[in-house]
Nanobody, 118 residues
């Protein structure tokens, strides 16, 4: 089992920044990928950004150039630096960890709310 603890959400104005963090613990020896997804009210959960264990990153088109994902392997922590936030970035943000053994297993955090509003 993997436990994920997220932090860093909140209320900001358009154009401001936030930094989300997610710390993983438990059976984390085989982490393959860490990342963030988000779900806005009335919409499906969507990928925001991911980073693999060899630091390969992937971003949604809507956030590329504004958000940066990074990973601290020693602390099994993933961060999402969000700059130039827009009202459409408002959502619940979920940390995701993918474990690779023979199969892949996904674990999710409890979610942290980001609200961008003037």
């Amino acid at each position: 089992q993997v436990q994920l603890v997220e932090s860093g959400g909140g209320l900001v104005q358009p154009g401001e920044s936030l930094r989300l963090s997610c710390a993983a613990s438990g059976s984390i020896a085989n982490i393959y990928r860490m990342g963030w997804y988000r779900q806005a009210p009335g919409k499906q959960r969507e990928l925001v950004a991911t980073i693999t264990n060899n630091d390969s990153t992937n971003y949604a088109d809507s956030v590329r150039g504004r958000f940066t994902i990074s990973r601290d392997n020693a602390k099994s922590t993933v961060h999402l630096q969000m700059n130039s936030l827009k009202p459409e970035d408002t959502a619940d943000y979920y940390c995701n960890v993918r474990i690779r053994t023979i199969l892949y297993y996904d674990y999710w955090g409890q979610g942290t709310r980001v609200t961008v509003s003037s």
